[in-house]
């Protein structure tokens, strides 16, 4: 796990690497809680809480770039590496892409606001960012649905489980060897035992209401791919937009 320190006060930048997927590092903001002072006057440190991060490369100071490039191709190798996608030639950009019905439009209104191409690069002439080969499929389907499907976890899926899980299983482990020495803790192993943890606990959880959600103590990929494949969760990962940062849709996530 790599550290850096964020340009927000009191938290930094930290990446979670994958397990199954070595080359998977997922982004959180990792906030530093100030102690606590408790009824008898003791101070008590408090351990930094995680939080999702959406942020992208730009928030890591140890991120340099070029915005007239885009963003990096996260993705990329992921999407290339399964081997079922292939390059076309794509077509010229229009003046409808930019949303003008016609040339003319677009040069008066690029007339009303004039700038240099490096500070308003356009795609097709000078100045213009680097261009991707668009990517489509040479076969099957190049969903993460159908991936799920062929019972295959994807780079995407692992990443989603890290970034939804919040690392909370495995702080949750920490928090029992602590508990006991020799790893034999008084507390059961799941958090939907009614008081797993002392209720002043970071870990303890109230049993509350699923109200038919199928959430478990821990998010894993197999669980992110079999909502996937079930239909019960969306993941938007598009062959030709490998910037994007794997997140998923559903009612077992954070994202409803």
């Not at 930290?14 to 408790?38: C, M, N, Q, W």
């Not at 209720?199 to 199928?214: I, M, P, S, T, V």
């Amino acid at each position: 796990m790599n550290e850096h320190n964020g340009q927000l006060p009191n938290s930094k930048k930290i990446y979670v690497a994958g397990k199954i997927h070595s080359d998977v590092r997922v982004p959180f903001r990792e906030i530093t809680l100030a102690p606590t002072k408790s009824m008898n006057g003791d101070i008590g440190a408090n351990d930094p809480v995680r939080v999702y991060d959406t942020s992208g490369p730009w928030s890591d100071p140890d991120f340099h770039g070029d915005v007239t490039q885009g963003l990096p191709p996260l993705r990329a190798k992921w999407i290339r590496s399964r081997g079922d996608v292939e390059e076309y030639e794509g077509r010229e950009v229009q003046p409808i892409d930019d949303g003008w019905l016609s040339d003319a439009h677009a040069a008066y209104a690029n007339g009303k606001r004039p700038t240099l191409n490096v500070q308003h690069p356009t795609f097709n002439g000078d100045g213009a960012p680097s261009r991707r080969t668009p990517l489509r499929a040479k076969s099957h389907p190049i969903t993460q649905l159908y991936y799920a499907r062929q019972g295959i976890i994807t780079p995407e899926m692992e990443f989603i489980a890290i970034r939804e899980n919040h690392r909370i299983a495995s702080q949750k482990d920490e928090f029992r060897i602590k508990k006991d020495g020799n790893g034999n803790s008084e507390f059961h192993n799941s958090s939907f035992l009614p008081h797993p943890f002392d209720r002043n606990h970071l870990a303890h959880q109230h049993a509350g209401d699923a109200f038919g959600a199928e959430i478990p103590e821990e998010i894993t990929a197999e669980f992110v791919r079999s909502d996937i494949a079930r239909g019960r969760a969306i993941v938007p990962a598009n062959i030709n937009h490998p910037e994007s940062e794997p997140m998923v849709i559903g009612r077992n996530f954070l994202v409803k």
